[in-house]
């Protein structure tokens, strides 16, 4: 497996690493080490993710009964801030800006980033953009949702939405610049030989989702700076009373907030292109379509997101259009989870963790994805929308795709990142938690959809409390599947055992460095001679 | 490193054809040109927006790369709009349904 | 200073000072990969430029669809005088910035710090001259949220205030890129008086460059479509 010529690594007792090279405070605050930025961001996000999890699981309790244990407007403010804060805070960073800051320049041979101080300027701006969700929960929150939707926003709500909105706003100047940076680094920092046709699939997608970043999430910015003007100055752009109109806010609101979806989920779909090659030993089935498709991803998205309109009053005619558009982008989507398929027949599989995980992206994301064409033809939307059946889908898409590839892709890589490996069992046991708590939570939504229980209600009819109990009750047993994660990683800190360079025997340059990196990846640049993923024919480990 | 560097001409070219581009588009706007008024400025003004990119901002020399990114951006600005206005120039859409009895009428017939 | 405009942090520990002519940084193995580098960088930041724009521009064309009349009505405010020498004022500012970037490229110190200094005398204008507008606006009570009274057709109130808060949405973001864009140039302006800039190294001459000739485009697309509209109609 000499995918690389390099130097003879160091033979020292301890070698020094990226973590171990300086301790201060500073030397955190103000690196620009692609890989403790990561780190900083991994830390951030994952304070973000358990807020939002807080809120989720107060609402969960709030819908255990039938009246409801909160009042209308704490549970407003508890799902919109779970939204907010789940989509902009710890959704659309979370691959990217962790795993993806960490690797891309590790896989394609490169010593950092194109632009390294941007990169921690992206860090401290999301920070601030974070500290101005948490201002606004601190508060009393905000009761929009996560979309804002005017006039409601603008006019009507009695909750803190400028802060809210112009924290995301803020973060979305953050995911503008990883995006960018992302971008540039793939076009001008490849080592020799490391060819477009050479990337790993987890470069291709996260280069799709840096264009998605660039081009969407400037006009989420102005969307957010025109609301805010509304709300302050009462200008009437979104004001129907002066002609202004609502669904424009809409129009822009979407034309980021769709691509968005796929900001969140491409960076998983490469994720789960190196696991499943990893472990089944075999190169990804198909490579050129995989590829391609995230960049066909990137382009069709843009052109889907009146899909979300459909019952507002958007033109009869540009809903049909929308609706086959829609319809299109699930073809990319499918070719790749054939293609997985596809890599799994006939190769060595095992069952290591992040394994486990990828068959729960695999199965999970499919359920999603179908149901989203449901969501997509126009004649089911209109019964559907609004209704627990969205909020099924777009979680089993988010979390059962997007989380689940984030957790595999974490497991997968933490012997790299931290040079140390997890308790297997525990792993094994918090991945099958996670499946289960998923589905038991978000199964039943759908079926409260279908029955039409509509989504963002205190209180419901009390036919549907068997399978509100049902939702939370899964909903604990996910937290817990969370949670578990957190501890053995961090026991694994100190009490976890060497992993070693390459504990997998998997191909790709960032198992051919040491664990964890040095501070510029490679003592020499490598000179990368062969395609990606060559595990040749099935043979054993490689230590 | 290769670098291209445009002469003084070319730059100061650009600027008289701009500036008499500039008064031309004051000029036009006052003819009566009904709805091709609108169609003119813009066109002047992408001229105008041309000539920029091209000479001042060197795309002339720049790489394949740079001048799809150019040509990306437009191309999304124009999506955003051209679908946008999907919607917008095709929202009449007078339905009334009517009894089993009568043919439904579609298009403005009330 | 190889490709970030707005300076953080310190390098990193061990790093050795790169070459003082050519500014190489340590990730970058040629100086034409930094070069590059920071050029694709800066185009895609445009990009965004244009997105961020673009979304203002979709809602001024989609309100003057439904609004034309509206929109027409305004034009008796927009004072074509000013836009257009603030036009030309633009205009002028880009030449003096091409050849400013075009001095740098022939390592001619002093017609850079010279032309550098004109662009921001040009700016500066500019901007002065928009505070002339805007102050105007101000006293004739065309300020939507704040003191909006129109009363040279009473039947276009409300649509004629979303077009002036587009006026100033507008040419406020726009003024706030040419404040943005004068910062940039007093830092280049500092650079050059300390001959940073040579044949070797020009990069963020070339890049602040380029987002003066994009800020000079978003006016020219501004103007027509603010000051000339309806200036046809009779009224
Ligand atoms: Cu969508």
Redo the contacts with the bound molecule.
């Keep these: 497996m000499a995918t690389i010529v390099q130097g003879t690594p160091e033979a020292v007792a301890e070698p020094v690493d990226y973590l171990n090279v300086s301790h201060t405070w500073k030397s955190w605050l103000f690196t620009t080490d692609h890989k403790r930025i990561a780190v900083l961001y991994l830390i951030s996000i994952t304070l973000m993710f358990v807020l939002g999890g807080a809120a989720a699981v107060a609402f969960r309790i709030n819908l255990l009964s039938p009246e409801g244990v909160f009042s209308a407007e704490t549970y407003n403010r508890l799902f919109s801030m779970h939204g907010i804060i789940m989509v902009f805070f710890f959704l659309v960073p979370s691959i990217p800006a962790t795993l993806a800051n960490f690797l891309i320049p590790i896989m394609i041979g490169a010593k950092d980033l194109a632009f390294p101080r941007i990169n921690l300027l992206s860090w401290y701006i999301y920070v601030v953009g974070a500290l101005f969700a948490i201002y606004a929960v601190v508060r009393g929150g905000v009761d929009t949702g996560w979309t804002f939707y005017a006039p409601f926003s603008s006019t009507y709500s009695n909750s803190y939405v400028l802060a809210a909105a112009f924290g995301v706003f803020i973060a979305g100047f953050s995911s503008i610049l990883t995006g960018l940076n992302f971008i540039v680094t793939v076009h001008k920092m490849r080592a020799p030989g490391m060819t477009w046709s050479r990337l790993p699939l987890f470069v291709w997608s996260n280069y799709a989702t840096g264009l998605i970043q660039v081009l969407g999430t400037p006009v989420l910015a102005i969307t957010m700076l025109l609301l805010a003007f509304e709300r302050i100055a009462h200008v009437g752009i979104f004001d129907p009373n002066i002609g202004g109109d609502p669904i424009l806010f809409q129009h822009l609101f979407w034309f980021y907030s769709?691509p968005a979806?796929y900001i969140m989920i491409l960076p998983g779909m490469g994720v789960i292109s190196e696991i499943i090659s990893c472990f089944s030993r075999k190169r990804v089935f198909g490579y050129n379509f995989v590829a391609f498709s995230s960049m066909a991803i990137a382009v069709l998205s843009f052109v889907?997101?009146g899909?979300?309109m459909f019952i507002t009053g958007e033109s009869m005619y540009s809903s049909i259009a929308f609706s086959i558009l829609s319809f299109l982008v699930a073809v990319p989507s499918a070719i790749k989870v054939f293609n997985w398929t596809a890599t799994m027949y006939k190769g060595s599989i095992s069952f290591d963790t992040p394994m486990l995980y990828a068959f729960g992206f695999i199965g999970l994301f499919t359920i999603g994805g179908l149901t989203g064409l449901f969501l997509a033809t126009l004649a089911t939307d209109v019964a559907t929308h609004g209704t627990y059946f969205v909020v099924a889908h777009f979680h089993y898409v988010m979390v059962g795709g997007m989380v689940m590839a984030y957790m595999g892709g974490l497991h997968f890589w933490w012997p790299k990142i931290t040079g140390r490996m997890y308790s297997e069992a525990w792993s094994k046991f918090s991945a099958l938690l996670v499946f289960v708590g998923f589905n038991l939570t978000f199964f039943p939504q759908f079926i409260l959809g279908y029955l039409g229980m509509p989504r963002r209600y205190h209180n419901y009819p009390p036919e549907f409390q068997t399978l509100n109990v049902l939702s939370t009750a899964g909903a604990s047993v996910l937290g817990l599947g969370y949670l578990l994660p957190i501890i053995y990683f961090l026991h694994s800190l100190k009490y976890g055992a060497r992993a070693g360079n390459n504990p997998w025997g998997a191909a790709g340059l960032e198992w051919q460095i040491q664990s964890p990196p040095t501070t510029f990846n490679f003592d020499e640049t490598p000179v990368v001679t062969e395609e990606a993923y060559n595990y040749g024919p099935v043979e054993e480990i490689v230590g | 490193m290769t670098q291209h560097i445009d002469s003084v001409k070319a730059y100061v070219g650009v600027f008289i054809a701009l500036i008499i581009l500039t008064f031309t588009t004051v000029y036009v706007s006052q003819l009566e040109l009904g709805e091709f008024h609108i169609i003119v400025a813009l066109l002047i003004a992408f001229i105008k927006a041309s000539l920029v990119a091209w000479i001042f901002m060197g795309v002339r020399h720049s790489s394949k790369m740079t001048r799809l990114f150019v040509v990306a951006g437009l191309l999304w600005l124009g999506i955003m709009m051209l679908i946008t206005f999907g919607d917008y120039t095709t929202r009449i859409w007078d339905y009334t349904p009517q009894p089993w009895s009568q043919k439904p009428t579609v298009g403005g017939v009330h | 200073m190889a490709e970030t405009i707005v300076p953080v942090g310190h390098e990193p520990v061990g790093h050795e000072p790169p070459p003082e002519v050519t500014h190489l940084r340590h990730h970058f193995a040629t100086t034409e990969q930094q070069l590059d580098a920071s050029m694709l960088g800066m185009w895609t930041f445009l990009i965004t430029e244009v997105l961020f724009f673009g979304g203002m521009f979709t809602a001024y064309a989609v309100y003057r669809f439904m609004y034309p009349a509206a929109f027409a009505s305004t034009s008796v405010y927009m004072d074509v005088w000013l836009g257009g020498i603030n036009t030309a004022v633009l205009i002028c500012s880009s030449l003096t910035m091409a050849m400013a970037v075009r001095s740098a490229q022939l390592s001619r110190e002093r017609p850079l710090v010279l032309f550098l200094i004109l662009t921001m005398i040009f700016g500066t204008i500019f901007l002065v001259i928009k505070y002339i507008e805007w102050h105007s606006k101000w006293v004739e009570h065309l300020v939507p949220g704040f003191n909006f009274q129109y009363n040279e057709a009473p039947q276009y109130t409300h649509h004629a205030q979303i077009l002036f808060f587009l006026y100033f949405c507008m040419t406020g973001m726009h003024a706030l890129h040419m404040i943005v864009g004068l910062g940039l140039l007093t830092y280049l302006l500092i650079q050059a008086i300390r001959k940073v800039f040579t044949a070797y190294y020009f990069t963020p001459v070339e890049m602040i460059g380029l987002y003066w000739h994009f800020v000079d485009i978003v006016w020219i697309f501004l103007f027509p479509l603010l000051y000339l509209i309806g200036y046809h109609h009779p009224k």
């Design positions: 769709h979806v889907v997101w899909h979300h």
